[in-house]
């Protein structure tokens, strides 16, 4: 279960939960214990998507200052430049840029008439006046779609230490037609779960940004 909030709200579980039978455990008991081992990295792999998630559905929209149109014909490059310093004018520091990993490929390999790449810059990150600045590529995103801000001023993110587990017998997930308790049923269910709290407070969510390439573009172009 992943959740997220723009305000503190208590923490909720990223879990997982699986069955297992008497056959299984009796006679494969090195399998069920990588099934706990496995599932076990899977809650802890799972924590920094929820965060991901939690930061595009907190950021705010790109607000264009005037003296940012200073092209007729911004591309997407002018557009990432263009909303770095928006919100480092605002007293924050841009700590990645996460967009789709079409919208990277065109843009590490956009041409000018020549034939002529119109800039290189980096490898996976973008190099701003020494900064480096990783490129997280989401494909969950649009590929006109980015995220980027001061992720770690930003958000705040509470992990539990512990990685609870429990187990019963009996399917207990209520499926229609399927859930069961007690010993009559030959399965047993398991449950792994982890307590994960992500906050963006609303004083601070300035500092985070999502928007399309477009409407940036559209935003800080310059009337000819």
Do not use: C
Request: hydrophobic content about 45%; glycine content about 6%.
């Amino acid at each position: 279960k992943e959740t997220f909030a723009t305000q503190e709200k208590s923490a909720e579980p990223v879990a997982v939960m699986w069955f297992t039978t008497t056959k299984l455990r009796r006679f494969f008991p090195a399998l069920v214990n990588r099934m706990v081992q496995k599932f076990s990295e899977l809650v802890n792999d799972k924590l920094p998507n929820v965060v991901l998630d939690a930061v595009k559905a907190g950021a705010s929209a790109f607000t264009p200052v005037a003296a940012l149109a200073i092209n007729t014909n911004p591309n997407n490059y002018d557009a990432m430049g263009a909303v770095i310093a928006t919100i480092e004018n605002l007293g924050f520091n841009v700590t990645a840029f996460m967009m789709n990993p079409v919208a990277w490929r065109n843009m590490k390999q956009e041409k000018n008439a020549d034939g002529i790449y119109t800039l290189s810059n980096g490898q996976n990150g973008l190099d701003w006046g020494g900064v480096y600045i990783p490129i997280i590529k989401d494909s969950k995103l649009g590929v006109d779609e980015f995220v980027t801000g001061d992720i770690f001023s930003t958000v705040k993110v509470g992990v539990d230490s512990v990685l609870m587990y429990m187990e019963t017998d009996g399917r207990t997930d209520a499926v229609a037609g399927t859930a069961a308790t007690g010993l009559s049923r030959n399965i047993r269910t398991h449950v792994l779960e982890k307590f994960f709290a992500v906050i963006i407070p609303d004083a601070t969510k300035i500092g985070l940004v999502k928007d399309t390439f477009t409407n940036v573009k559209t935003l800080i172009t310059k009337a000819p």
